[in-house]
């Protein structure tokens, strides 16, 4: 097998949305299967117990890059008073969220708030800024809600880098459409990032259809595919319990990227393919 000649990120998305995610997230940590995890301070369970137990994982060896996934859609309550559009309370829905960020109507000034009292929460919750900032549902991409992330992780995370979503110019580009939609978004996210002097990730992989896929071995390996040293690949392994089938249509697949991470094929295959994981700093 090849020596390791590309060290990449494998960020789990979701720490927070339930304690069963959690508890897979922080087993996977903890083999060193994955090096990276943002955590969702706008979901309920990010208290101070589940808070401690992942900050646990980094003492002496630093073992997993901690991220700040700013949540701004439904069914996620804002942390922040006064935040508007709201349904019932809550965030919009996705698709909701996205057409009001494109035409606009969102305001600024209560969007740098929110995404600044989420980046507070998680300062609250870990004593310390976040390594890197990114977004659920990519919903930092988004016009509007781009400006209001870079100008907080400008102000309170001058050290954090963002994640941008494009692939590597070497990806296969006919893929499903929501690959070439965060293609798309991530070009104004980069540059507005760079004018800011905050770094970014320099390729992203992970995305699939969720609904579609079966068998996360077979698609895992494309993501490997020309991503080069430091790219990002986002995962979404867990545990299902009733909290993650209230609040999010991603279940019973967490579960199956959780199996694969945690399998003997996992490691083999990084080896066969001449990468490892980044040892966060």
């Known amino acids: 097998m090849p020596a390791p000649g590309r060290q990449i990120w494998l960020c789990a998305d979701d720490y927070g949305i339930s304690r069963a995610v959690n508890a897979g997230i922080r087993e996977l940590i903890l083999r060193g299967r994955i090096n990276a995890t943002s955590v969702m301070t706008a979901a309920a369970h990010v208290d101070a117990e589940e808070a ?7 003492s002496g060896v ?27 309370g ?4 996705l698709q909701k969220m996205m057409r009001a ?8 000034d209560r969007l740098v708030i929110e995404v600044a009292t989420q980046a507070k929460a998680f300062v609250m919750a870990f004593g310390r800024p976040p390594d ?4 659920h549902q990519h919903v930092h991409l988004f016009p509007q809600v781009r400006d209001a992330v870079l100008k907080v992780a400008a102000d309170a995370a001058p050290n954090a880098w963002v994640r941008q979503c494009g692939r590597a110019r070497a990806a296969d580009r006919l893929r499903i ?6 293609d798309v978004l991530s070009l104004d996210f980069r540059r507005k990032a760079r004018r800011l002097g905050i770094a970014t990730n320099p390729a992203f992989a992970g995305a699939y259809d969720f609904n579609r896929a079966k068998d996360f071995a077979t698609i895992f390996p494309r993501f ?11 995962c979404h392994p867990g545990f299902v319990d009733a909290e993650l089938k ?11 990227e959780f199996a694969y991470f945690n399998s003997d094929g996992f490691p083999q295959l990084l080896a066969e393919h001449g990468v490892a994981l980044t040892t966060p700093a």
């Open 52 to 58: 401690d137990a992942l900050d646990k994982l980094n």
């Open 62 to 88: 630093k073992r997993a890059a901690l991220g700040l996934h700013v949540t701004l859609t439904a069914p996620f309550k804002p942390l922040s008073k006064g935040f508007t559009p709201l349904t019932h």
């Open 90 to 93: 809550h965030f919009l829905p």
């Open 101 to 108: 960020a494109m035409t606009r109507r969102l305001d600024p």
């Open 132 to 135: 890197f900032i990114d977004g």
């Open 177 to 182: 459409p929501k690959e070439l939609v965060l």
């Open 224 to 234: 490997l595919s020309g991503l080069p040293d430091g790219g990002l690949i986002m």
């Open 246 to 256: 209230r609040l999010d249509p991603l279940t019973h697949q967490r579960e199956r």
